[in-house]
């Protein structure tokens, strides 16, 4: 009888043991599960704060680009109108001043027939 009950002492010890161990494990699997969740997490937040930022500096570069483009443009525009306003001003002048030197030598002619035809 004294063996029976030392036997079933080890059983029960054993069984203690074997739950510690299994409790102990269990514990060991959640923390590395919960690490390993942790990591991903974390990696995955940074993954996108470093799209975010990659993006708005895209598009801040983007936005810099228009904008001078954009200047650019108005400066190559308003010169090109400056231009043409100059080049349509020098042409009125100069055609204005040939109308003008054509209509004093046609005055001068007139005047020099009035002057032959009231000598003759």
Do not use: C, F, Q, Y
Request: proline share 0%.
């Amino acid at each position: 009888m004294h063996d029976k009950a030392a036997a079933a002492v080890v059983v029960i010890e054993i069984v203690v043991v074997a739950a510690v161990v299994a409790e102990v494990v269990v514990v060991a699997v959640v923390v590395v599960v919960v690490i390993v969740v942790v990591v991903v997490v974390t990696v995955v937040v940074v993954v996108v704060v470093v799209v975010i930022v990659v993006v708005a500096v895209v598009v801040v570069v983007v936005i810099v680009v228009v904008i001078i483009v954009l200047e650019v443009v108005v400066v190559v525009v308003v010169v090109v109108v400056v231009v043409v306003v100059v080049a349509v001003v020098v042409v009125v002048v100069v055609v204005v001043a040939v109308e003008l030197i054509a209509v004093k030598e046609a005055i001068t002619l007139l005047l020099l027939l009035i002057s032959i035809s009231g000598n003759s």
